[in-house]
């Protein structure tokens, strides 16, 4: 078995919560929308109108929504860093493609994000030992002609239940919808790094949620008693088993890509949620999500992924630099784009 324990980064629950910060926010200018696999065949005529080159940025499909270059973009201005962050639309087929271009082009690293977190494991030629863990990475460093991955979704989701509800992950019983996708297994692992009180893995393809249970059963394997269910377990997405759960539970946690679509409905009727419960939706739009509604239907506290965002974001430009993150710009960039929206 792999002991999670001791190989993932603890965040430290001294760390302070960071304020709001009113910095103008960064203007992105011409920089476009997206760009493609083609582009980057093409790179320099690509990026020829760009002020600044381009040097980082997400690969995703769909990547439209990201706010992760209003965030870096306004962290490499404020550290006086002459270059840009874009967002990629690269389809599954051209994860590796696209990833072997980025050395010879100049490129720092890039982050990756849905589908791409578990896919591009077998691309990459070094791991840190938390993404080796977790079998995900979101975060690619380059290093002349390698590349490094590592994943800062784990840390960054401990920062942001801290900074959301003021509570840490080794205090609460966890539920976890979507334990099977990249950020599902990084926070699942997360959690077990921080001794949750307990952890309940939910995941439409049970198989993915069972052999993370295998994996994580060391890390549950004490003799603490937390109510009447197992510390670890995994239960079937269907309302009988999760209205049993929730009732025994602290900690509400949605990293299924689920509400990412306006269309989406919520993963979980609002039926199910009871007061008592904080709910942490890893989804992040302008709107609350379909979940959040839910959530407050309920009478539940609830927050969405923007505080992770940040958070794994700061951690990402601190692995390509080498150096603390802006993070109060950062926040400032994300508040502006959503209209003032908490982080």
């Known amino acids: 078995m792999v002991e999670v324990r001791a190989l993932v980064f603890v965040v430290d629950p001294k760390a302070r919560t960071i304020g709001r910060h009113r910095a103008p926010p960064y203007r992105s200018g011409a920089l476009k929308e997206s760009y493609t696999l083609s582009d980057l065949q093409n790179w320099e005529a690509a990026a020829a109108n760009e002020n600044q080159p381009i040097r980082l940025g997400v690969f995703g499909d769909p990547v439209h929504h990201s706010l992760s270059p209003q965030m870096h973009n306004a962290a490499l201005t404020h550290c006086g860093l002459a270059m840009r962050y874009a967002r990629f639309q690269i389809r599954t ?194 709107q609350r999500t379909p979940l959040l509604v839910a959530t407050a239907e309920a009478g539940a506290r609830g927050a969405n992924g923007l505080s992770m965002l940040l958070h794994q974001g700061a951690l990402a430009f601190e692995t390509w630099f080498d150096r603390d993150a802006p993070i109060e710009v950062m926040r400032a960039a994300l508040a502006h784009e959503l209209g003032g929206t908490r982080t």
């Open 93 to 286: 087929e051209e994860i590796q493609t696209a990833l072997r271009l980025l050395p010879a082009l100049g490129f720092i690293g890039v982050n990756l994000t849905v589908p791409h977190k578990m896919s591009a494991v077998g691309v990459l030629d070094q791991l840190s030992d938390f993404a080796r863990v977790v079998g995900a990475i979101n975060t690619v460093r380059i290093e002349g002609e390698r590349l490094w991955g590592s994943n800062t979704d784990g840390p960054g989701f401990a920062r942001a239940i801290r900074s959301e509800f003021a509570v840490d992950l080794r205090d609460l019983r966890v539920l976890l919808l979507g334990a099977g996708g990249g950020a599902g297994r990084a926070i699942a692992m997360q959690c077990a790094a921080e001794g949750c009180e307990r952890l309940v893995l939910v995941n439409r393809m049970a198989d993915k949620a069972e052999q993370l249970a295998v994996e994580l059963k060391n890390s549950f394997a004490d003799a603490r008693v937390s109510g009447p269910v197992p510390r670890l377990t995994v239960i079937p997405w269907e309302e009988r088993a999760l209205r049993f759960q929730i009732a025994n539970s602290d900690l509400l946690v949605n990293a299924s890509s689920v509400g990412l679509h306006h269309s989406d409905a919520s993963p979980i009727a609002a039926s199910l949620l009871a007061p008592h419960l904080l709910v942490y939706d890893t989804v992040y739009s302008q």
